[in-house]
Structures are given as C-alpha cells and as structure tokens.
Nanobody, 119 residues
C-alpha cells in the first residue's frame, strides 16, 4: 500500500500563488490532484502520466494551475497561480500502481491539504 502525503497548503490572498507537493512512499504511475470545497462534491483538478509526458486539467483551471512530477523523489507538484476565493478547498493527491491507468480511477489517496484564498 502506497502512502501519499500532501503539503504546501495554507492561506493566501486572491491573486497569490501556492505550490502543493505530494510525496509517495513508493512507486506510482499516473497521479492527480482533486479538490473538495465546503458543501460541494470532490472534483478533478489535474493529472499527470507516469513519465510526465501527458498532463490533464479541468477546463476551468487551465492556464492558472500547472502539474509536474519528480520521479526520483516520488513526488508530484501543483503550482497554483492567480488564485481566486473560489479555489478555496481541501486539495487531495491521488495515485495508482496500475501502469495502464491514464488519468484515474485512483486507488491511493492522501488525507488532503487545506487551501484558503481570501478576497
């Protein structure tokens, strides 16, 4: 069982930036970020293939968020720029040990990191 640990969340003003990290305890292939705002369902944010060659984004977040990975450290990142109050949510990291999975579903999940964007 691979453990995923997110970090980098916090409080930021609108227009600011944050970089989230997710460290995996073992090897994973496709990985992704999801978020859940208060009172809303969890939604897809972004995912990245095992070699970083393919990335996917929620349409509404393209241009502001960027996903990357560093396999030597079993870590993925989410760079979030031009943050808006509506980006406030708990951000979850997810991953899979199945090489055939491209962008989910994922069987490994982190516990989440809170991102709060003030207006």
């Amino acid at each position: 069982q691979v453990q995923l640990v997110e970090s980098g969340g916090g409080l930021v003003q609108a227009g600011g930036s944050l970089r989230l990290s997710c460290a995996a305890s073992g090897r994973t292939f496709s990985m992704g970020w999801f978020r859940q705002a208060p009172g809303k369902e969890r939604e897809f944010v972004s995912s990245i293939s095992w070699n970083g060659g393919s990335t996917y984004y929620a349409q509404s977040l393209k241009g502001r968020f960027s996903i990357s990975r560093e396999n030597a450290k079993n870590t993925i990142y989410l760079q979030m720029d031009s943050l808006k109050p509506e980006d406030t949510a708990i951000y979850y990291c997810a991953g899979t040990g199945d090489i055939t999975v491209v962008a989910g579903p994922y069987e490994y999940w982190g516990r989440g990191t809170q991102v709060t964007v003030s207006s």
